[in-house]
């Protein structure tokens, strides 16, 4: 049994972020289209058929996302190249995705960091968005 005093999600959360380089949507659409970061929807497959897509992303949902990105994996995506690979980790909001980002750096993933805003954020800053099943 632990004998640390609860934290909180929010204490948590800032916490967590304190660790981070976080990235603008202009910024992180720069980054991927000249190849200096991988971008990942960690959004749920509801959220995604309903508000679409980001062309290029790689999806992989929270619940698979350290055994699909860790590059020393067993289950690793084809993607998941290096520990100095720069991850750039999306949910729908920019709150779940500041923790998927800090467990990757927990594995070693340094560059590992989120999209402020999520995928809203992306969308509201007018950058490609396709629906879902159109992607090739």
């Not at 916490?15 to 980054?31: H, I, T």
């Not at 190249?81 to 990757?104: K, P, Q």
């Not at 960091?113 to 800053?125: E, I, R, S």
């Amino acid at each position: 049994m632990s004998t640390r005093p609860p934290v909180g999600i929010d204490a948590l959360l800032e916490q967590v972020r304190a660790g981070l380089d976080r990235v603008e949507a202009e910024e992180v659409f720069e980054a991927v289209r000249s190849g200096e970061a991988l971008l990942v929807d960690t959004r749920y497959a509801a959220l995604r058929e309903r508000d679409g897509l980001i062309p290029g992303a790689l999806v992989v949902e929270r619940n698979e996302l350290e055994w699909r990105l860790d590059p020393t994996g067993s289950h690793r995506a084809p993607e998941a190249t290096s520990h100095d690979l720069r991850i750039v980790v999306f949910c729908n909001e920019g709150y779940a995705s500041s923790l998927a980002a800090d467990s990757l750096r927990r594995l070693g993933l340094h560059r590992a960091t989120d999209l402020v805003g999520g995928f809203q954020a992306w969308k509201n800053a007018g950058l490609p968005v396709t629906a879902a099943g159109t992607e090739s």
